[in-house]
C-alpha cells in the first residue's frame, strides 16, 4: 500500500532553515508526480509547491524564491529545503501523490518558526 513518511520538522528561528523529507514506498515512486502542502490550526491545507517525475517544478508564491522542492528517485524521497523562514510558514506539512485516482496523504510534520 502507498505510504509516505515526512521528516525534518522542528523549531527554527526567523531567517533560518530546515530540509523536509518525504520516504515513499508501495508505489513506482519515480513516475508520479510530487506536492508538498500546509495546514495551520484551523485553516485549509494549501498548496506549497510541486515536482513532476523528471524534476520540474512548480512554488506558490508565498514561498517561490525561498523554498526548493527536489526528489531522489533512486531514494524514493522528495524533498523540501526551505530558507529565509517566516513566523507565517509555521505549519503541519504534509507530502502528497496523486494516484489511481484518489490523494494520498502522510502523517505530516510540524515546522514552528518563532524567536
Known amino acids: 500500500q502507498v505510504q509516505l513518511v515526512e521528516s525534518g520538522g522542528g523549531l527554527v528561528q526567523p531567517g533560518g532553515s530546515l530540509r523536509l523529507s518525504c520516504a515513499a514506498s508501495?508505489?513506482?515512486?519515480?513516475?508520479?508526480?510530487m506536492r508538498w502542502y500546509r495546514q495551520t490550526p484551523g485553516g485549509e491545507r494549501d498548496y506549497v509547491a510541486f515536482?513532476?517525475?523528471?524534476?520540474?517544478?512548480h512554488y506558490a508564491d508565498s514561498v517561490k524564491g525561498r523554498f526548493t522542492i527536489s526528489r531522489d528517485n533512486v531514494k524514493n524521497t522528495m524533498y523540501l529545503q526551505m530558507n529565509s523562514l517566516k513566523p507565517d510558514d509555521t505549519a503541519v506539512y504534509y507530502c502528497?501523490?496523486?494516484?489511481?485516482?484518489?490523494?494520498?496523504w502522510g502523517q505530516g510534520t510540524q515546522v514552528t518558526v518563532s524567536s
Open positions: 515536482i513532476t517525475s523528471v524534476g520540474s517544478t
Open positions: 502528497n501523490v496523486y494516484r489511481n485516482g484518489r490523494d494520498y
Open positions: 508501495g508505489f513506482t515512486f519515480s513516475t508520479y508526480a
